[in-house]
């Protein structure tokens, strides 16, 4: 059922922004992202990065030559593996994995180049927790109540658009760092620590479809 959801939700968004950007492009794009944390870490604990899922749909208008603005709602992964080093030298360290699923609504600006084919893109990210858990060598845990139910992030990035006749295949590198304090709680708990943030890295493959006079 809620996967149900989140493709319900994605249709007809991408329903909306056919009609809302009619002299611009919509589009879909996936791709992975490369999670972490930073900030405060609790002691004998190191952050390690986490690979995670992004799926999204896209809608963008023109706003002046070459500048676009755009709307690119997605489903993210992110998260991090908090690792407990060994209390001695002979011992192993613990890893835990940190799960954050987030509906995430960026809204970017994108700067294209003269040859219409590179661009440069930033704006900022709001991100809304849907789930959370950590999961130890024990067990799995939800971790959701610890964590605020929104993020907001910075987004800076750098793309090229290949033509495939009518639409575009794009490719895209992007780097979000959060602006908030992702924790939500008084006492660090589940080996998390009362102050930290997210970031990522992520690599985006995806299609769009120019409207209108594009």
Do not use: C
Not at 158 to 170: D, E, H, S, V
Request: glycine share 12%; aromatic share 8%; charged share 15%.
């Amino acid at each position: 059922m809620h996967s149900r959801r989140i493709v319900l939700f994605f249709l007809v968004l991408t329903l909306v922004a056919s009609q809302a950007f009619a002299d611009g492009a919509v589009g879909f794009y996936g791709g992975l992202n490369n999670g972490n944390l930073s900030g405060d870490t609790l002691p004998g604990t190191s952050y390690q990065g986490r690979t995670g899922l992004v799926l999204g749909v896209m809608g963008e208008f023109r706003i002046a030559k070459d500048v676009m603005l755009g709307l690119h709602p997605m489903y993210i992964q992110k998260g991090s593996t908090p690792t407990i080093k060994p209390v001695t030298d002979d011992g192993d360290p613990i890893e835990n994995d940190l799960s954050m699923d987030y509906i995430s609504l960026p809204v970017l600006v994108k700067i294209e180049s003269g040859n219409g084919v590179t661009y440069i893109t930033g704006g900022l990210d709001l991100a809304f927790l849907m789930n959370a858990s950590l999961t130890t060598p024990n067990d799995e845990r939800d971790v959701k109540d610890l964590l605020k139910d929104i993020d907001l992030s910075m987004v800076f990035g750098f793309g090229a658009k290949i033509p495939l006749g009518a639409p575009f295949l794009t490719l895209e590198f992007r780097y979000a760092q959060s602006l908030l304090n992702v924790a939500d709680m008084q006492v660090g708990q589940e080996n998390l620590p009362v102050r930290f943030r997210s970031s990522g890295f992520q690599l985006l493959a995806g299609l769009i479809f120019p409207l209108g006079t594009r």
